[in-house]
C-alpha cells in the first residue's frame, strides 16, 4: 500500500506533497524541512563571508592570517550547511520517488556523495589554516601545493559533485516537486568549485539558486502538518541548550573537549 502510494503519478506539488511526507520515515517532516531551509543558508552565509577575498588558496590562507575568526566562520558555515543539507536532501530524494524510484535512488545517492566529498575538503581546509597558525602562511601553503594532487580516496568521487545536482534537478522536475525556474536553479549547483581552499567566485551563483530552489520548498513541507508537540520541544530546547552550556564551558576549560 505504501508502495503504491508512493509511485503515484503527481498532479502537483501543494495537492500532493501532505500525504506522502506522512509515510516519510526518515528524516521525516520537520528535520528535513529544517535541513532543506537551513542546510542552503548555511553554505550560502559561508561563501558571502568570504567574498571578498580571493578565490585561490594562497589569498585564501592570507585572509585567514589577516582575519582568522571571520574565515574560520565562513568555512565553518560552509562545511556545516553540507552536512545539514544531506538530510534534506533525503527528503527530496523521496519526494522525487512518488515519481520514479531510479531517479530518487541515483538523485539522492550522487548528491549524498557529493556533499560527502565537499565535507572532506573542508578537514583539509582546516588542517591548512591550522598550519598557518602553528608554523607559518608560507609553510602552510607548501605544504597545500605539495601534496595537492596526492591520493585519496575521495578524489574519485568529485563527479559525483557535479552529476547529483543535475539528476536531482530532472527529478524534482520530472517528479512535479519543483517548478521548471526552481528546478533549473538547483542545476545550477554544477558551477560551484569544489576542492582545496576554494573561495568564492562569480560561479558560486549556483548557491543563489540552491536557495531559490530549497527554502521555499522546506518551508512548505514545515507548514503543513501539525505543530511539534509540547514534549518534543522540551527535549529540543534542552538538548541544544546542554549544548550551547557544553560549547560555552569548553572555552574556558580547553580539557572538556577531550
Same mark, same amino acid.
Given at each position: 500500500?505504501?508502495?503504491?502510494?508512493?509511485?503515484?503519478?503527481?498532479?502537483?506539488?501543494?495537492?500532493?506533497?501532505? #500525504?506522502? =511526507?506522512?509515510?516519510? %520515515?526518515?528524516?521525516?517532516?520537520?528535520? @528535513?524541512? !529544517?535541513? &532543506?531551509? $537551513? *542546510?542552503?543558508? +548555511?553554505?550560502?552565509?559561508?561563501?558571502?563571508?568570504?567574498?571578498?577575498?580571493?578565490?585561490?588558496?594562497?589569498?585564501?590562507?592570507?585572509?585567514?592570517?589577516?582575519? #582568522?575568526? =571571520?574565515?574560520?566562520? %565562513?568555512?565553518?558555515?560552509?562545511?556545516? @550547511?553540507? !552536512?545539514? &543539507?544531506? $538530510? *534534506?536532501?533525503? +527528503?527530496?530524494?523521496?519526494?522525487?520517488?512518488?515519481?520514479?524510484?531510479?531517479?530518487?535512488?541515483?538523485?539522492?545517492?550522487?548528491?549524498?556523495?557529493?556533499?560527502?566529498?565537499?565535507?572532506?575538503?573542508?578537514?583539509?581546509?582546516?588542517?591548512?589554516?591550522?598550519? !598557518?597558525?602553528?608554523?607559518?602562511?608560507?609553510?602552510?601553503?607548501?605544504?597545500?601545493?605539495?601534496?595537492?594532487?596526492?591520493?585519496?580516496?575521495?578524489?574519485?568521487?568529485?563527479?559525483?559533485?557535479?552529476?547529483?545536482?543535475?539528476?536531482?534537478?530532472?527529478?524534482?522536475?520530472?517528479?512535479?516537486?519543483?517548478?521548471? !525556474?526552481?528546478?533549473?536553479?538547483?542545476?545550477?549547483?554544477?558551477?560551484?568549485?569544489?576542492?582545496?581552499?576554494?573561495?568564492?567566485?562569480?560561479?558560486?551563483?549556483?548557491?543563489?539558486?540552491?536557495?531559490?530552489?530549497?527554502?521555499?520548498?522546506?518551508?512548505?513541507?514545515?507548514?503543513?502538518?501539525?505543530?511539534?508537540?509540547?514534549?518534543?520541544?522540551?527535549?529540543?530546547?534542552?538538548?541544544?541548550?546542554?549544548?550551547?552550556?557544553?560549547?560555552?564551558?569548553?572555552?574556558?576549560?580547553?580539557?572538556?573537549?577531550?
Amino acid at each position: 500500500m505504501i508502495i503504491q502510494t508512493l509511485s503515484t503519478e503527481l498532479k502537483s506539488p501543494q495537492q500532493q506533497l501532505e #500525504p506522502s =511526507l506522512s509515510l516519510l %520515515a526518515f528524516p521525516g517532516r520537520w528535520i @528535513g524541512g !529544517v535541513s &532543506l531551509v $537551513l *542546510g542552503p543558508l +548555511l553554505i550560502l552565509t559561508g561563501a558571502l563571508l568570504r567574498i571578498q577575498f580571493h578565490f585561490f588558496a594562497p589569498q585564501q590562507l592570507a585572509a585567514f592570517a589577516a582575519h #582568522p575568526d =571571520l574565515i574560520t566562520a %565562513a568555512y565553518s558555515c560552509y562545511a556545516m @550547511g553540507s !552536512v545539514v &543539507l544531506c $538530510l *534534506g536532501i533525503i +527528503l527530496l530524494a523521496n519526494l522525487i520517488g512518488r515519481w520514479n524510484r531510479m531517479w530518487e535512488i541515483w538523485g539522492g545517492t550522487l548528491a549524498i556523495l557529493g556533499l560527502f566529498t565537499r565535507t572532506f575538503h573542508a578537514g583539509i581546509d582546516h588542517m591548512a589554516f591550522r598550519l !598557518v597558525l602553528v608554523q607559518s602562511q608560507e609553510m602552510a601553503w607548501q605544504a597545500v601545493s605539495d601534496s595537492y594532487r596526492a591520493f585519496h580516496i575521495f578524489r574519485h568521487l568529485n563527479g559525483t559533485i557535479m552529476v547529483g545536482w543535475v539528476v536531482l534537478a530532472i527529478g524534482v522536475y520530472r517528479s512535479g516537486t519543483l517548478t521548471l !525556474v526552481r528546478a533549473l536553479a538547483l542545476g545550477l549547483m554544477v558551477m560551484v568549485p569544489f576542492g582545496t581552499l576554494k573561495g568564492t567566485e562569480i560561479r558560486a551563483i549556483g548557491l543563489l539558486g540552491l536557495c531559490v530552489a530549497l527554502v521555499p520548498l522546506g518551508i512548505t513541507i514545515l507548514r503543513q502538518g501539525p505543530p511539534l508537540s509540547r514534549k518534543a520541544l522540551f527535549w529540543i530546547i534542552s538538548i541544544n541548550l546542554l549544548g550551547l552550556i557544553f560549547t560555552i564551558l569548553s572555552l574556558f576549560f580547553p580539557a572538556l573537549k577531550n
